[in-house]
């Protein structure tokens, strides 16, 4: 079995979850963040919707700098309504899963860079950007996520079995 085929299975449940995540986020709680150095709600829903397109980037690209001397630097624009959330994770989450399909091992192991100002942030191969970069650092923010919500009394989806507001947990 290919890398690419045996994280097909993983990607699709992960993601899932993501969405019904995504999908209860309340839009009168947009602008809230637990801290001030915390994410918005709707930033860090955007956050999780774009890095399903740098996976898809990461597999078509040999690197990608988020601030690229002499031109603009990466920044996200936060979402204007849920159903705008949910088209662009469909649409990323379609072309990311697309490209992983398509990969070769070859291709997995191939090194992918990141960059700032033309400087190698870190270079390592395709697969463990996708794995650590792209998937973990996803769930990771999915968590953060589950927490605004529990924290406005929208129920959290049960991502592995019942939560404690679905299900007999």
Not at 21 to 39: A, G, M, Q, Y
Not at 93 to 119: I, P, Q, V, Y
Not at 136 to 146: E, G, K, Y
Not at 151 to 164: E, R, W
Request: proline content about 7%; glycine content about 8%; some cysteine.
């Amino acid at each position: 079995m290919s890398i690419s085929a045996s994280l097909l299975p993983e990607l699709d449940q992960e993601m899932a979850g993501t969405r019904t995540t995504l999908e209860r986020i309340p839009e009168d709680k947009f602008d809230f963040r637990p801290h001030p150095k915390s994410f918005t709600m709707i930033n860090l829903a955007t956050h999780i919707t774009n890095m399903l397109g740098w996976g898809r980037d990461t597999l078509t690209t040999e690197s990608f700098d988020v601030a690229p001397v002499g031109g603009e630097p990466y920044k996200e624009e936060p979402a204007a309504s849920v159903a705008e959330l949910l088209e662009k994770f469909d649409k990323n989450l379609a072309e990311f899963r697309e490209g992983l399909a398509k990969a070769t091992d070859e291709e997995m192991f191939a090194n992918w860079s990141l960059l700032a100002g033309g400087n190698v942030l870190f270079t390592m191969p395709r697969i463990a950007c996708i794995r650590g970069m792209i998937l973990n650092h996803l769930i990771h923010h999915r968590a953060q996520l589950t927490v605004y919500l529990r924290m406005n009394d929208v129920p959290v989806p049960g991502l592995y079995g019942p939560s404690a507001d679905e299900g007999n947990s």
